[in-house]
């Protein structure tokens, strides 16, 4: 509701970890629009930067890297969401390099990120639909993103005091996905747009629920609060 919404992010702080763009950079639109002071993390800058967010060059895979950019931050951490994540070739080099990412990087954001983490701090791990159904022809990149979702609950277990959600959208239409598909296939597929998915996960941190889980009803994507 939006009577609720407005007074959970005014003045809140909001780290958002792969807000450059897709996902993350909707995100950053989204907290930014609501009143909160956002810090992006991402490996790449942003092309079109928000004004108020703050923007820091960070390499999850690197610890020294996320310590410079935490040290930025100068108030606890209301809301960390994690879009970070890429898709690489499934080969063994490529498989390797998702698990740096998508799985070894969550582990260094969400333990690093831990000190600093207001006490009843709200947490979003964006995984993958795929992470559900592993499916053969890609099974390195969704493997990750099971092991990324994995590591979130763990995290979970272990810090009780969190908010800790999990998303695992459908095809969302980022730079990430479009990588190596034709338009064709693109246009088959019909993805979300990222404001689309920036949205549910507002919805998500607003509700009681732990999972934004996708279904895909006759070719159309949608996507439940669990």
């Known amino acids: ?44 800058s942003a092309k079109n930067q928000v004004e108020a967010a703050r923007y820091e060059i960070v390499d999850v895979r690197d610890l020294n890297s996320l310590s410079a950019g935490l040290s930025k931050i100068q ?23 998702m698990f740096d990412v998508n799985m070894d990087g969550t582990f260094n954001l969400l333990y690093l990120s831990q000190p600093r983490l207001s006490v009843d701090a709200k947490i979003v791990q964006i995984s993958s639909d795929l992470a559900k159904t592993l499916p053969t022809d890609c099974l390195g990149y969704a493997t990750s993103k099971l092991a990324g979702y994995n590591v979130a609950r763990e995290f979970a277990i272990s810090n009780k005091g969190f908010g800790v959600k999990i998303a695992l959208p459908g095809p969302i239409d980022t730079p990430l996905f479009r990588k190596g598909k034709s338009r064709e296939r693109i246009e088959r597929i019909k993805p979300k747009s990222p404001e689309y998915l920036a949205k549910k996960i507002i919805e998500l941190l607003e509700s009681d ?18």
């Open 1 to 44: 509701g939006v009577g609720l919404g407005l007074g959970m992010y005014k003045n809140k702080t909001a780290l958002i970890a792969g807000g450059s763009s897709g996902i993350g950079d909707a995100l950053v639109r989204q907290f930014s629009s609501r009143g909160s002071q956002v810090y992006s993390f991402d490996i790449q």
């Open 75 to 97: 108030n606890s951490i209301d809301y960390l969401i994690n879009s970070v994540g890429i898709r690489d070739d499934e080969t063994p080099e490529g498989i390797k390099n």
């Open 209 to 226: 629920k732990e999972e934004l889980v996708c279904m895909n009803d006759f070719a159309v994507w949608t996507h439940e609060l669990r």
